[in-house]
């Protein structure tokens, strides 16, 4: 009896794993999607926005002693640098590199 319930336990998480693998979620094709001027400006302004805040932040955890002076510098030149290359792409995010990882 308790063979059969044993085989039967795996066959069902043999079963439901093929289902899954079957069924997962395809690549999504490419849209090429081009952005108005006005568009890109009101992007513009919110990531500048959002710039600013996690900057206010950092500074804020500098600070407070939470990390060190060197440390904050570095994390607010970083996010300078992601902003520079989102308006480098005209505030389209590029996300390619990640379409080989599996979602969680």
């Not at 955890?61 to 290359?85: A, F, I, N, Q, T």
Request: no cysteine; glycine share 4%.
């Amino acid at each position: 009896m308790r063979k059969l319930v044993s085989s039967i336990g795996l066959s069902a998480v043999v079963l439901v794993s093929s289902f899954t693998s079957a069924y997962a979620e395809k690549p999504a094709e490419e849209k090429v999607v081009q952005l108005t001027e006005e568009q890109k400006q009101e992007l513009s302004i919110l990531h500048k926005e959002l710039l600013e805040k996690r900057k206010e932040v950092i500074g804020k955890y500098v600070e407070y002693g939470v990390m060190p002076k060197e440390k904050g510098d570095k994390m607010m030149s970083h996010l300078e640098k992601r902003y520079d290359k989102l308006e480098e792409n005209e505030f389209i995010p590029k996300w390619e590199h990640y379409k080989n990882h599996r979602s969680h």
